[in-house]
């Protein structure tokens, strides 16, 4: 999905006018500690054969390698439970079954571009200091915090531990949550949250730009000097831990194009049109890329840009770009 949401971002900076207000939502109340349901059986087959609990164990024995204290396992341990529903729900996403045109004119929706500039005028200093430190401009920092969150209403309603312990036991994506779980610990080891704070979505993010807990532990950033990185309630510490995401973790390079709109021939090979494939633009020209007024694309960028398809139902084509090698789409 961060490609999508990439792509998103850059559809609303596209058309960034603002001027009407948004509302910060309460912080959710404090949940019940979480109640288990059983797991599929299927989950056991990647953990050779273990349960819930066993695979549980050995995720604990890990963060507690990881430096994560007695201390915070035991605060955290009623939340660590397994929810099907939560598995249910990351095998059924529908925005896969979307066009990206559809799903971006929805998400980068007019009152989105209507909140963000009273959110940049609000938090003037926090945007300046940002884009002094990490070179992102406040529309750039906007764009996400709007896309991830109608800036800070609608942050998710599921206790995060419960739904990554459950995707870590899942065979999908086991690996990457096991780690995501053992980050969300970090969290609570190092003061930034309680457990029953971490509220978000289903699929573990949290915050007001919807942070990944590895994305939290590595990006995010006390901006507002009060001792906690606390990207639920303090819009300081959003903005500087955006920026600071922004520019280190996807590579911002300030003066790059990342979202052009480009022509492309009906004999383009799509097996090329993938986000693994790298090509200098002297080779997209050469394979017929164009931009829409049939001009040759034009090296200003300092890496090869990568080209792929968002869908082939004859609708504008696209080249997203956040200066790395994940811009893209060109849908036809």
């Not at 065979?171 to 995501?180: A, I, L, Q, T």
């Not at 915050?207 to 300081?236: C, I, K, M, W």
């Not at 600071?244 to 009906?266: C, D, M, S, T």
Request: glycine letters at 8%; a positive charge.
């Amino acid at each position: 999905m961060l490609q999508t949401r990439i792509a998103i971002a850059a559809t609303a900076l596209l058309t960034l006018a603002f001027p009407a207000s948004a509302q910060f939502a309460p912080p959710p109340a404090k949940p019940a500690a979480p109640r288990a349901t059983a797991p599929s059986p299927r989950a056991a087959s990647c953990h050779n054969g273990a349960n819930f609990d066993r695979f549980l164990a050995d995720v604990k024995q890990q963060a507690v390698a990881a430096g994560v204290s007695q201390r915070t396992m035991a605060q955290a341990s009623p939340y660590l439970v397994y929810d099907q529903g939560i598995v249910n729900r990351d095998r059924g996403q529908r925005v896969f079954g979307q066009l990206f045109t559809e799903f971006a004119g929805r998400m980068a929706a007019p009152y989105r571009m209507q909140n963000g500039q009273q959110h940049i005028k609000r938090h003037a200093a926090a945007f300046a200091r940002a884009e002094k430190e990490y070179g992102v401009p406040p529309a750039v920092i906007a764009a996400f915090w709007g896309l991830e969150s109608d800036f800070g209403v609608n942050m998710g309603n599921l206790p995060t531990l419960k739904s990554l312990v459950s995707l870590a036991y899942d065979c999908r994506r086991s690996e990457m949550f096991v780690n995501e779980t053992i980050a969300a610990l970090k969290i609570i080891d190092r003061g930034d949250l309680t457990p029953d704070e971490m509220i978000g979505s289903w699929a573990g993010e949290l915050g007001q730009t919807q942070f990944l807990p590895v994305h939290y532990v590595n990006y995010a950033v006390d901006y507002d000097g009060d001792g906690r990185r606390d990207l639920l309630r303090s819009e300081d510490d959003v903005i500087g831990s955006t920026a600071n995401y922004i520019a280190n973790g996807l590579k911002w390079r300030r003066g790059e194009p990342w979202l052009e709109e480009i022509k492309v021939p009906q004999i383009l090979p799509w097996d090329q049109t993938d986000l693994t494939v790298q090509q200098p633009r002297a080779k997209w020209a050469q394979l017929g890329v164009t931009y829409p007024d049939g001009s040759r694309c034009r090296a200003t960028i300092s890496r090869p840009p990568c080209c792929c398809r968002w869908d082939a139902t004859g609708r504008p084509s696209w080249r997203i770009r956040i200066s790395r090698p994940i811009p893209s789409g060109i849908t036809r």
